[in-house]
């Protein structure tokens, strides 16, 4: 940009007509005087706050600490409210309301006179939310991470968020833990603001964002409740008013070889297998194609080094992981991955940014000759039965069932499934395979996080602890176990997974990357035609919208009329 008179608020401030006298008037009426925007960069904060967000309870406090920021590097900050999607609370999926977020997002920055937005955020969707919309609008742009939550702890044990919640949830339900024992869990799992500090989600999102270079070097696993993350709130409010005077934009960062990147780290982290919804769907934003293809390559090729739950059998969590160098000391160890010359929000390049990092535990962060996992954390399984493709997170599950063939057990919804396993007497095996359908993107409605399916009673209180489940909706990033996910097409829309009879046997081969059942074609054909589609889930409203335009799974759950094709940019209207 080079000149403030240039700003795009100025637009809106500046001019000597009866507009700029109402907009003038209106912003002197919340108390501020002319010398406090003329000439300045006016900063949006979006804060991702409500009191139904426990991961974000802190960002009442640290919104002022990124206006300090703004203040002092010569800005004018505002705060501007959003939906706030707390992923545990929210029915029937946050995942429903992403792309509503990402909207807001977009049609905010556009509508206001601002020049830079910095983006607070960091449960779930929020991440993948905020950089979505602020990818297609293109305006300066930073991400502040909520952080991780402290570590949890009952009966002098470390909990971890989700992961420990489903493990002893089991151990409940088997009858191995008492009632008061189950209690100290419920209250001891997660005890301060910030996200799961497990490798979920929230801390897979925000590391991707931190890898693609759109937040400040090692924001994303600082504890919420860590000083450091009240002094990085400050160093973001300077940095964006610094990234309006040089025009530096998402554009110019997100590249294709930045969610390359990306990819690159997620893998090596052990990663939610959610993470390729949202990283296809905000490359795609920014005119790229990545796909399923490009995560299964790379997750070839890359391993497992964060020793961080759910992945193996780790006792270690995401305060562990920042203490032991975070995320620019594990991309140390990627160098011989990475593009290195990809630009930032610090205006420097990754390599700049990560010169001079250090592992301070070799546990935690390992080296390349005693991985986690031989291979990175997701591999993507094609066949008969997902011909777009599934996931499934080889990391963090038995590795007795990499390869695995047994009968279906099919369920067309929750209640019936859960009924079913809740069934001492049930007719299942440690070989079955549990299948459920209509929980994609359009059947769930919104893909919840229903894929890792529980074991049912019955094999719970013969001791096991896995076995292969399949379904087209997600699983939490702090899940784990066998679970085949995100299958394409899904069910609700006419995809083979909807043919699938109690009874067909269903194969799973990691290796060789492929699912299959054993159906001819001729059977699946006729099984085609006798298959009715269900009724849609909603009639009205937001959730008529995005029944109508959601994509599927392989394609980043994105609605069909936001993505960007490969090659264009959205632009800004000519409004003025």
Request: net charge negative; aromatic share 6%.
């Amino acid at each position: 940009m080079g000149k403030l008179e240039k700003l795009r608020s100025q637009r809106w401030l500046a001019k000597n007509d009866f507009r700029s006298f109402n907009h003038q008037s209106r912003v002197m009426q919340m108390g501020y005087d002319p010398k406090d925007w003329e000439g300045k960069p006016v900063i949006a904060i979006f804060n991702n706050w409500s009191d139904y967000n426990p991961c974000h309870m802190h960002f009442k406090h640290r919104v002022e600490e990124v206006k300090r920021g703004v203040l002092q590097a010569g800005g004018f900050p505002l705060e501007l409210p959003t939906v706030s999607l707390g992923e545990n609370l929210i029915k029937p999926s946050a995942l429903l309301y992403r792309n509503m977020l990402a909207m807001e997002v977009e049609e905010m920055i556009r509508a206001y006179p601002v020049d830079g937005v910095v983006l607070m955020g960091g449960c779930d969707k929020t991440t993948p939310a905020m950089l979505l919309g602020a990818t297609s609008a293109d305006l300066p742009a930073i991400f502040l991470p909520a952080g991780p939550m402290l570590r949890g702890n009952s009966r002098g044990q470390t909990l971890g968020s989700g992961s420990d919640a489903f493990k002893y949830w089991d151990e409940h339900r088997a009858g191995t833990i008492t009632e008061v024992h189950w209690q100290g869990i419920i209250g001891g799992i997660a005890r301060s603001s910030g996200t799961c500090m497990t490798m979920g989600t929230a801390s897979t999102m925000t590391s991707i964002a931190e890898a693609l270079g759109m937040t400040l070097p090692g924001a994303s696993s600082i504890p919420a409740v860590d000083a450091s993350h009240q002094r990085m709130a400050t160093q973001v409010g300077r940095r964006i008013v610094d990234m309006v005077r040089e025009d530096l934009r998402p554009s110019a960062i997100q590249t294709h070889e930045a969610f390359l990147n990306a990819i690159i780290v997620a893998m090596a982290l052990g990663c939610s297998t959610n993470a390729i919804i949202h990283v296809i769907a905000q490359a795609r934003r920014a005119g790229h194609a990545i796909g399923l293809e490009d995560f299964d390559r790379i997750s070839r090729q890359v391993q497992v080094l964060a020793n961080i739950r759910p992945n193996g059998d780790s006792q270690y969590l995401m305060e562990d992981f920042y203490y032991a160098g975070g995320l620019p000391a594990l991309m140390q160890r990627l160098l011989h991955h990475l593009s290195l010359t990809q630009m930032t929000v610090t205006g420097r390049t990754l390599g700049e940014n990560i010169a001079g990092a250090q592992v301070w535990n070799e546990d935690v962060i390992r080296p390349l000759d005693k991985p986690v996992y031989a291979e990175g954390s997701l591999a993507v399984l094609r066949g008969n039965l997902a011909p777009d493709g599934c996931v499934i997170k080889p990391s963090a599950m038995s590795q007795e069932f990499l390869q695995h063939t047994g009968p279906a057990v099919v369920f067309d919804d929750y209640p019936t499934l859960k009924a079913f396993l809740d069934d001492e007497n049930a007719d299942v095996t440690r070989d079955h395979v549990l299948l459920l359908r209509n929980a994609g993107p359009k059947g769930g409605p919104g893909m919840p996080e229903w894929g890792m399916i529980p074991l049912p009673q019955k094999l719970l209180k013969q001791g096991l602890r896995d076995m292969v489940r399949i379904s087209d909706a997600r699983m939490s990033g702090t899940s784990y176990g066998a679970c085949v996910l995100h299958v394409a097409p899904e069910s609700f829309v006419g995809g083979n997974l909807a043919l699938v009879c109690t009874g067909d046997l269903i194969t799973i081969d990691i290796p060789a990357r492929r699912i299959h059942m054993a159906v001819s074609d001729e059977e699946l054909s006729r099984r085609r035609a006798e298959w009715v589609a269900p009724a849609p889930r909603f009639d009205r409203g937001y959730g008529h919208m995005f029944q109508q335009h959601i994509l599927q799974a392989d394609q980043g759950c994105d609605m069909d009329f936001l993505q960007t094709q490969f090659g264009e940019t959205a632009g800004e209207p000519d409004i003025f």
